[in-house]
């Protein structure tokens, strides 16, 4: 028998066969191959750097989404040649990487991973993850995230998890049985944390513009930020709110303990709490490995707009770096130079959208670097990524008001918006869109 840490023994011969060391692990790993990891606080952290430490090996290719942690493969001068990061999303520790052209970008949709895993377009030879033991089924659980990973392990020819008896143990796709994995790797770590703790002086006007638009019984998706827990703390007066959202962060936590999240006018899972991963603090991993509600599906299940689009009076709260005059959404990209990715935004734009009573809103202060610049712009700059098209746009909200662009003219789009634009910045905004004052009262 083979001892986990200093908890847990794996009982099962078959299951003692595949237990093995990081770096055994990553000698499986052969030129050219394409490994597809967990992200955020949940990637295998042993693994990488033993994978960063194959001097011997040739040119392989990773991917994930944001990752948090001790990252060999993204630690600046120091990291590995051999490692090439080919991002689902770019990670904090990979803007600078990404703009010295040492790791690339792929732009995508979340909702459309499944087709491309399964399809080859997106490649995955080898699915690394982090993971709880085995319980008595036999069933380990992937905790905090699951994301992409259901359709990559299918498409992979090896499974490598490091197993944690200190794990968080979540449902739905998240419980993968042990016969599913190739090599484990026992390790003792919880999920790595990150803070949620940023402030900013504008959210809780912008909160309050945004609780006008979500009635009880509304199915919410928002992300992670001051606006975002701004936005939840304004929500206690709510009732029977739902949640089904692509991520969760620490918010979630006084909303399902005061009974304001309790998804009882759901359409699609009743009473459960819906996302695909989870990043925040350890309360919201003791909150996850507790709650019987919650539910982690695959990414591209969650964010199909066609389930999205079924669920009435469905809301999307999310953010953006800037909106044009015509309502062109960037969320992605600063001065030309992308800072994020695409993720699921522009699923939640059309799900939302279908949605009988839904809407998808856009929150942001209304300025950027400390007042000097306009979030409200009068078109695109050159290299700007447009996130969401101006078709989609529907809701955009700032401190000074929110925006209701359905219907509207160009005319009419760019007059609201420069409406909830900074007042120092409205005159500008009204000469380069050739408005009259007369138009703007």
């Known amino acids: ?9 794996f009982s099962r011969s078959s299951e003692t066969s595949r237990v093995t060391s990081a770096s055994e692990a990553a000698e499986l790993v052969r030129a050219g191959d394409h490994i597809v990891t967990s992200g955020c606080g949940a990637a295998p952290i042993e693994f990488l750097a033993a994978l960063a430490a194959r001097s011997d090996l040739e040119r392989v290719y990773l991917s994930h989404a944001t990752a948090w942690g001790p990252l060999a493969h ?16 770019l990670p904090p520790l990979a803007r600078r990487l990404h703009q010295l052209g040492s790791v690339d970008y792929i732009p995508l949709t979340f909702s459309h991973m499944e087709c491309m895993l399964r399809d080859g377009a997106l490649k995955a030879d080898i699915v690394a993850v982090t993971c709880s033991p085995p319980d008595a089924e036999g069933f380990c659980s992937l905790g ?15 499974v490598i998890a490091e197993c944690s008896p200190n794990w968080p143990r979540t449902n739905g796709a998240a419980r993968i049985h042990v016969s599913t994995i190739d090599k484990i790797i026992p390790v003792s770590r919880q999920p790595i944390t990150s803070s949620s703790s940023e402030e900013l002086a504008e959210a809780p006007k912008i909160a309050a513009n945004v609780l006008t638009l979500v009635n009880d019984g509304a199915t919410i998706q928002i992300g992670r930020g001051a606006i975002p827990n701004a936005v939840a703390a304004e929500l206690t007066d709510r009732r029977d709110l739902g949640v089904h959202s692509e991520m969760l962060s620490d918010w979630i936590v006084d909303l399902a303990e005061r ?8 359409t699609n899972y009743p009473g459960r709490i819906v996302t695909s991963f989870m990043d925040g ?10 709650s019987s509600a919650l539910l982690l599906q695959p990414i591209y299940e969650v964010n199909d707009p066609r389930v999205i689009s079924s669920e009435p009076n469905f809301v999307a709260i999310n953010s953006a770096v800037e909106v044009d005059l015509t309502g062109q959404i960037n969320a992605e990209s600063i001065g030309g130079h992308l800072i994020s990715g695409s993720g699921g935004l522009l699923d939640f734009a059309i799900g939302a959208a279908l949605s009988r009573g839904g809407k998808f809103i856009i929150t942001m202060p209304s300025t950027a670097k400390g007042g000097d610049l306009s979030r409200i712009v009068p078109r695109m700059a050159s290299g700007a990524a447009v996130t969401v098209p101006r078709t989609l746009a529907h809701y955009v909200i700032t401190e000074y008001g929110i ?6 003219t160009l005319r ?12 120092k910045f409205r005159e500008h905004l009204v000469d380069a869109a050739g408005l009259s004052s007369s138009e703007m009262v």
Do not use: W
């Not at 993204?74 to 991002?87: F, M, Q, T, V």
């Not at 009974?259 to 759901?266: L, W």
């Not at 925006?403 to 509207?408: E, Q, V, Y």
């Not at 009419?412 to 409406?419: F, G, M, S, T």
């Open 412 to 423: 009419e789009r760019a007059r609201r918006l420069i409406a909830i634009a900074h007042p």
């Open 144 to 158: 905090p995230f699951v994301s992409y990973l259901p359709a990559a392990m299918q498409a992979a020819r090896l």
């Open 74 to 89: 993204l630690d600046g001068d120091r990291r590995p040649k051999h490692i090439r990061l080919e991002a689902y999303f």
């Open 281 to 290: 603090s350890e309360r919201l991993y003791e909150f996850a490995n507790a």
């Open 1 to 9: 028998m083979s001892v986990l840490g200093d908890r847990q023994v």
């Open 403 to 408: 925006a209701d662009l359905r219907g509207c």
């Open 259 to 266: 009974g304001i999240v309790t998804g009882a006018r759901k």
